[in-house]
């Protein structure tokens, strides 16, 4: 009753996939379709709408009336059909198709009108889902080429197996995750690239695994641990120090900076999984945090990589920022 004119309530979407290979494809590829149009019809309970009749019972009460304040937290607003997009849930939907290997899908969409109520119903015509050929890895003898080709027995990409977008997206961060393991520590899962060719025929593609060309050069180097900085009285308001070595104690390859001498030297070096001249690797980079807060002495840690400047190999200085707990003591009467 409470409609504004020319409107109709939106009662949600009907996705009816057509061309699957088995009922299980079809039904998964319904659930997945359907999930992903926009809007949601206002929600049900036993087959009511509980929260709709609960925003319309005090639909004229004010926001900071107590029934208003009801109306706020426990009902919902009308969904109209003058709120749904067709032609964008479309696009979506059809994306969604592409993204899933179905590179021959067409989607097609049309409301349908009773009284004053409406729902959308969306036709889904996939045809043949692409499937993977084989998985091509660099086979360059330059450094990052040569370690993404040892990761390819470690790849999600397995022949036989449908196309899927968010398989190659998992794809590209493991690439990254191995890098990181070695050395490259400036690398991004962005600068993968991961070419298909759909040219072969009988629905199968063949994929390629590459690096964008423009990445930046520090991205393609090994990187190695020169300094270690171990700060131990750090406070988040004071300004960065990290130049400042006057008062450092230089101890089995680590520089400590204890002002109030709180800490003994052997702590840090049984902590620290970084030593200089260590490969960089993500692993040690967590477990070392891990440790430090896990001594129970520090309030706030945090830690900094940094490309050493003075030598002209590939190196990082590491700061390590230790923030101490205030001081406990015990009595007793």
Do not use: C
């Not at 900094?304 to 205030?326: G, H, K, Q």
């Amino acid at each position: 009753r409470h409609l504004p004119a020319n409107d109709k309530l939106y009662t949600g979407a009907n996705v009816d996939v057509n061309g699957t290979s088995t009922v299980r494809e079809k039904k998964v590829l319904t659930e997945d379709l359907e999930g992903l149009t926009r809007p949601k019809p206002n929600s049900k309970l036993l087959g009511l709408r509980l929260k709709l009749s609960i925003y319309n019972l005090f639909r004229n009460k004010k926001e900071n009336s107590f029934f208003g304040k009801i109306r706020s937290k426990n009902g919902e607003p009308p969904v109209l059909l003058s709120q749904v997009d067709l032609a964008q849930n479309v696009r979506v939907l059809q994306s969604h198709m592409e993204n899933k290997g179905y590179f021959r899908a067409k989607v097609t969409g049309d409301t349908i009108i009773r009284r004053k109520k409406a729902n959308a119903r969306y036709n889904v015509e996939a045809g043949m889902q692409y499937k993977i050929n084989a998985i091509h890895f660099p086979g360059d003898s330059n450094a990052l080429f040569s370690t993404i080709g040892k990761s390819s027995n470690e790849s999600l990409l397995i022949p036989g197996k449908p196309f899927d977008l968010d398989i190659i997206k998992a794809e590209r961060i493991r690439i990254d995750a191995y890098l990181k393991e070695r050395g490259f520590y400036f690398f991004s899962p962005e600068f993968i690239l991961i070419k298909t060719d759909t040219t072969l025929g009988n629905h199968l593609v063949n994929m390629y695994v590459t690096v964008k060309p423009d990445i930046p050069i520090e991205s393609r180097e090994v990187y190695r641990i020169k300094d270690v900085q171990i700060y131990t009285g750090y406070s988040l308001n004071m300004e960065r120090i990290d130049s400042n070595r006057s008062q450092a104690q230089y101890y089995k390859g680590y520089y400590i900076i204890d002002r109030r001498k709180r800490y003994k030297p052997w702590l840090f070096s049984e902590t620290m999984k970084f030593e200089p001249g260590d490969v960089y690797n993500r692993t040690d980079h967590n477990l070392t945090l891990s440790r430090l807060v896990n001594l129970d002495l520090f309030k706030f840690v945090k830690n900094r990589f940094e490309i050493n400047r003075e030598t002209d190999s590939a190196y990082l200085d590491v700061f390590y920022y230790l923030t101490p707990l205030p001081r406990k003591s015990l009595g007793a009467e």
